[in-house]
Nanobody
C-alpha cells in the first residue's frame, strides 16, 4: 500500500525559513508528478507547487520567488519555504500521481506567527 508521509511542519516567525519533506513508501514505480497543497482554516485546499518526473515545476503566484519544490531520490519531494508570512499558515499536504491514481499524505502543520 502506497503511503506518503510529510514532516517538517513547525511554528515559526514571519521571515523565517522552513523545509518540508515528503517520503513515499510501498511503491516500486516513480510518480509522474508530485506536489504540495495547503489548506488554511476555513479555506479550500489549494495547490502550492508541483514538479514532474521530467523536472518541470510550477508555483502558485502567492509563493513564487519564496518557495522552491524539489524532488529527491526514491519518490521524495521537498518544499523549501523562505520569507514565510502569516498567510502561509496552513496544513501542508503532499500529493503524488501515477496514471489515474492520486495519493495524499496526512499533512503537516505550518504556523507563521510572531
Amino acid at each position: 500500500q502506497v503511503q506518503l508521509v510529510e514532516s517538517g511542519g513547525a511554528l515559526v516567525q514571519p521571515g523565517d525559513s522552513l523545509r518540508l519533506s515528503c517520503a513515499a513508501s510501498g511503491t516500486v514505480f516513480s510518480f509522474e508528478a508530485m506536489a504540495w497543497y495547503r489548506q488554511a482554516p476555513g479555506k479550500q485546499r489549494e495547490l502550492v507547487a508541483t514538479t514532474t518526473r521530467g523536472g518541470g515545476t510550477g508555483y502558485a503566484d502567492s509563493v513564487k520567488g519564496r518557495f522552491t519544490i524539489s524532488r529527491g531520490a526514491k519518490n521524495t519531494v521537498y518544499l523549501q519555504m523562505n520569507m514565510l508570512k502569516p498567510e502561509d499558515t496552513a496544513d501542508y499536504y503532499c500529493n503524488a500521481v501515477y496514471g489515474l491514481r492520486v495519493y495524499w499524505g496526512q499533512g503537516t502543520l505550518v504556523t507563521v506567527s510572531s
